[in-house]
């Protein structure tokens, strides 16, 4: 059964994604709806090559227009990790280990990266990127957002992503970027 | 480019994993051909899943009969990671990190699966499973074998997989009963 309309779906299982996107999104009077799908995501180290298997996936039973999307977790002292697996170690592992690893290192340093495909039809879609800088806090705080938020201080601020609201996240959050830029592109190519 | 013959192909990057298995084949005169082929393989927490998203990919470009493998190393305290993202996490944090995250546990226990598909044309393949029961030693030992050998006590043994030579190995490992399953079931069925 495919799904037909005039709105923006997003294939996510995360609703809170879902609740951040689509506040950003109804700033430009797009409509989001949210698609609790499942879909098949390769292994790979780029967040783009994991978005395109989404699109891949998801093109089979989503109408277009849809947005996919895919968040990695990229912290400097641990080569990366967890990266594209951001999701996979915060269910086996959790936050307390991710200090653990972290607890005898001065460098902090970290980058939060979203990337989506917003697929416009069945021949075109166009990929958009959000990222944002900062550290890892040395314990947790906050308990607004969700994964990672309560250990990820965004450069500039002195307060963890989930110590601000969502909508102060969403102005410096990675996936705040990503859908900032997709609602500019819709606003301004009229598309929705 | 497809290739032909009459030998039984192994498709993976990792050829340590090629010894081991074709010094276990080569007991039932099999001959093994190293495919070094990076193939897609979709994320999933099951091995199976993996497995088979490896031979559709596969299939593509290498005739059969060939075998696709994936293993992950279970640590229970660990709620199972690293699981089926085991190289990842080996190349990305390394072995002191997995004994960090369990310098205060006592509970050690661990298990090491592999499953690997043996697609003997384009329409037939069957799934083989290795597993070994163990612990994680408390520091590394020994310098054979790859990967997380050098902190894997099978049961019954006091060394790690690292301090074991091949052959010996081949006889405690997930991945030695895996391909002596696959040995025993090419010889009964005169496939090869």
Known sequence: MRRGGDV??????????????????GAYNIKLEWVPLPVDEIQSEYLEDIVVSKVVSAIEVVDPPFIVEDTGLFIHALNGFPGVYASYVYKKLGLPSILKLLEKTRNRKACFIAVGALVIDSHIFKIFRGEVYGEIAREMRGSQGFGYDPIFIPEGY?????????EEKNRVSHRGRLFTQIGEYLAGKNIV
């Open 158 to 166: 002195d307060k963890t992503m989930a110590e601000m609201d969502r």
């Open 8 to 25: 923006v779906r997003f294939v996510t299982n995360n609703e809170h994604k879902y609740k951040e996107a689509s506040d950003i999104l």
